[in-house]
C-alpha cells in the first residue's frame, strides 16, 4: 500500500490506522533518510495500539519499550555495525517474546530480519513536510 502525507500529523494517523492490524512477532522495518518521519510514525503506531507512552528517538539508547500487550519495541539500528552489536541489543529475543518490533535504519540490519512476518515501511520525501510511504507486507 502507498499512502500520501502532507504532515507529521497525517504520517500519525496513517500509522495508528496500521498498528490495529499488527499482532506479537511483527517486524516493523523502517527505511528512510534522516528527518523522513520513522518517529513520527512509531507514534502513531502507539497510539493505534492504544498505549500511553512517550514515543522518542532510542538513537542512544538503541531501544525503547512502550508495553502493551504484546508489547510494542522500538529500536534504533544506526548505530548497529554487526552481529555483535544486534544481539546486545535484545533484538532476536524480543522477537522470541512475541513483541511488536518498530526498527528505525532496518538498512543496516538487513541480513538479520526475519523472512515471515516482516512489514517493510520505506518513507521518502515528497517536499518539505510531504512523505510518499510505502508498506509491504511479506
Not at 26 to 50: D, I, P, S
Request: proline share 3%.
Amino acid at each position: 500500500m502507498v499512502y500520501k502525507s502532507s504532515s507529521p500529523q497525517q504520517t500519525e494517523e496513517i500509522a495508528a490506522q496500521f498498528a490495529k492490524s499488527l499482532k506479537g512477532g511483527t517486524v516493523v522495518a523502517f527505511f528512510g533518510g534522516l528527518g523522513m518521519g520513522k518517529t513520527a510514525f512509531v507514534r502513531g503506531m502507539a497510539k493505534g495500539l492504544e498505549l500511553e507512552a512517550e514515543v522518542s528517538s532510542p538513537t542512544f539508547a538503541l531501544v525503547h519499550e512502550y508495553g502493551g500487550t504484546p508489547a510494542l519495541v522500538h529500536f534504533d539500528m544506526y548505530r548497529v555495525n554487526g552481529w555483535e552489536d544486534l544481539y546486545s541489543t535484545g533484538f532476536f529475543e524480543y522477537i522470541d517474546a512475541g513483541c511488536i518490533l518498530a526498527v528505525e535504519w532496518s538498512e543496516n540490519i538487513e541480513a538479520a530480519l526475519p523472512t515471515e512476518g516482516t512489514v517493510r515501511v520505506t518513507i521518502t520525501a515528497q517536499g518539505e513536510n510531504a512523505r510518499c510511504i510505502t508498506i509491504e507486507e511479506e
